[in-house]
């Protein structure tokens, strides 16, 4: 098999905000993607239905919040938008009519609301803040939400808070240079751990954390200009408890502060820095052989009779996972767009491999100046393989293309 090549290729520009882009959220359909601003807008992208036009607005949601809107995210079903803004504010957004309206929205933090993440379930929203604190919603009847905890477990700004994709575990990331992870004890957010220490954990604020699809890696990165991987693992108890260990530590290819991170459906991770450039992450050994897995189902393949067939089982079993029951009129976008490309030949076999946990991680591609400022939020499709979008303090949002993983067994 041939040597795989790597690069990430510029397809579109969507300009329309007059400030900074802070974060971007793709719906779980991935037929829109939503960016928020420093501008008090959000936008909402949608591909043209005329070929060649790429991604265009589709609507503008403002007049809500009074300052920056920080973080936007899509419910499960993807029929409910939350933005958290720094006015102290998290708004609740639904599609009617063919508007966006405001529905609801949670109060109760301080000062700015930094993050804003929906359980999987689509039961529970998690919002935290400069307040130092994290605080946990539930969905009520019609559209009220109701705040079941407040947790005061950092000792200085929260900055960004990521959902497990099929369990209720949140990870939450501090000024504090620390990590937790919360779960749910009979309605109460525990702290089950903290990822934290010279021997293991970051030196400077954490910034952004994010969950693998399959919900066996957490990565992290910081203002030490490190990108984390950490292993997450289940106790055989009843209830199962989490704990995550330190699995890669990569440094040295970033030389200003990494603000965000992402994983694809294929294990690919994606950095975006203050020094305006996107980077991707992967462990070339898994992608060879996820390539000729690929190359394999192509040419007809038969997916139970390979050695992936173990983790397309265990993935979907994850998805299938029964949580709280869902509310009236909002059900999670199938399991196969829920959790991107789940039964993806490349991503089960990349998963199945032996060796997962200890084949080196390398950069596989950067793009320097991917902005013309701070790169704020990079985000992969969530079933498109290897479109990924990223915001920057430019205004801009940016649509990409990766090209490599499976690209060489493809032309076998």
Same mark, same amino acid.
């Given at each position: 098999m041939a040597t795989l090549a790597h690069s990430l290729e510029p397809l579109?520009?969507?300009e329309g905000h007059t400030d900074?882009?802070?974060?971007?959220?793709w719906s779980p359909d991935g037929t829109s993607l939503a960016s928020c601003s420093g501008d008090r807008t959000v936008r909402i992208w949608q591909q043209s239905r005329i070929e060649g036009r790429g991604w265009r607005c589709a609507a503008v949601l403002e007049d809500t919040h009074t300052k920056s809107i920080r973080c936007c995210c899509w419910s499960p079903g993807g029929t409910h938008l939350a933005t958290a803004s720094f006015d102290g504010t998290t708004a609740i957004w639904q599609l009617q009519g063919g508007i966006w309206e405001e529905?609801?929205?949670l109060e109760g933090h301080e000062n700015e609301v930094k993050a804003v993440a929906w359980s999987p379930c689509g039961n529970f929203l998690a919002t935290c803040g400069r307040d130092k604190s994290v605080w946990f919603w539930e969905r009520g009847l019609g559209d009220e939400y109701d705040c079941m905890d407040v947790k005061h477990g950092h000792s200085q700004d929260v900055k960004s808070i990521a959902w497990h994709?099929?369990?209720?575990?949140? *990870?939450?990331?501090?000024?504090?240079?620390?990590i937790k992870l919360w779960a749910n004890d009979e309605a109460d957010w525990v702290c089950v751990q903290t990822l934290e220490g010279a021997a293991v954990g970051h030196s400077s604020t954490v910034w952004s954390v994010a969950f693998s699809r399959d919900g066996r890696k957490l990565a992290s990165v910081s203002d030490d200009c490190t990108l984390r991987v950490w292993s997450v693992e289940w106790s055989e108890g009843c209830p199962p408890e989490p704990h995550c260990s330190l699995a890669a530590c990569i440094s040295g290819h970033h030389s200003r502060c990494i603000f965000t991170v992402d994983w694809s459906a294929q294990g690919l991770i994606a950095t975006g820095d203050g020094a305006n450039s996107i980077k991707?992450?992967?462990?070339?050994?898994?992608?060879e052989t996820a390539a000729? *897995?690929?190359?394999a189902a192509a040419a007809g393949s038969d997916p139970a009779a390979n050695s992936s067939s173990g983790y397309i089982q265990q993935a979907a079993d994850a998805a299938a996972e029964p949580g709280t029951p869902q509310p009236a009129g909002e059900q999670p976008a199938p399991a196969?767009?829920?959790?991107g490309e789940l039964y993806d030949a490349a991503a089960a076999a990349a998963a199945a491999a032996a060796g997962d946990a200890a084949a080196a991680w390398e950069c596989l591609c950067s793009v320097q100046q991917a902005h013309d400022a701070d790169v704020n939020c990079v985000r992969w499709h969530p079933s498109r393989q290897g479109l990924l979008a990223s915001a920057g303090d430019d205004g801009l949002v940016k649509l990409w293309q990766y090209k490599g993983l499976g690209q060489a067994a493809a032309q076998q």
């Open positions: 579109q520009t969507l900074r882009v802070w974060h971007l959220a529905i609801s929205k994709p099929s369990r209720e575990l949140l *990870a939450s990331c501090s000024y504090d240079n620390s991707l992450f992967g462990q070339p050994s898994l992608l000729a *897995a690929a190359a196969q767009q829920q959790n």
